[in-house]
């Protein structure tokens, strides 16, 4: 399989400069409210495995390593109902991610108790860093996704 094109955030320059800025944003935004990026990276991954976007979740999977997140965590993320490796708020976070992604899933596709439940462990500008990681996260995926981009592959 090969890739349909670039990617269309390469071929518009404004719009490459708009994401990394707004990604810069995001994290500085974390670090003040005290959300840690790898729970940004875990909320960011699970989006990209539900959209089926192989780029997003190898770039996600590697941040989150070199975040000092561990593989046994990372490879129970699509399952971390199912798992103990993760916190309440991290649990709150992965939640979150999968109804910002599923949208069309539900009627009310983010319900009171999965925003409360992420509220009780963030604050509003967390809170407000989080939704928006997830919805540029899942901007990404859909770049990637309509244009099949592809994971770069080593050589040997």
């Known amino acids: 399989m090969q890739s349909r094109m670039q990617s269309p955030a390469m071929i518009v320059p404004e719009a490459i400069q708009a994401l990394q800025a707004l990604g810069k944003a995001l994290f500085a935004s974390a670090e003040t409210t005290g959300v840690p990026s790898r729970t940004l990276f875990l909320a960011y991954l699970r989006a990209s495995q ?22 046994d965590r990372l490879l129970t993320v699509a399952a971390w109902r199912e798992t103990p490796h993760f916190t309440n708020a991290e649990r709150a976070a992965l939640a979150l991610s999968e109804v910002v992604t599923r949208l069309s899933d ?19 500008q967390a809170l407000a860093t989080l ?14 996704v309509s244009t099949r981009q592809m994971v770069s592959v080593p050589t040997r």
């Open 50 to 71: 539900i959209n089926g976007d192989s780029v997003c979740v190898e770039l996600h999977s590697r941040n989150a390593l070199a975040a000092g997140d561990t593989a």
């Open 106 to 124: 539900r009627t009310d596709p983010v319900s009171d108790e999965s925003y409360n439940e992420a509220a009780r462990h963030y604050d509003e």
């Open 131 to 144: 939704i928006a990681g997830i919805a540029t996260a899942n901007l990404w995926n859909r770049l990637n």
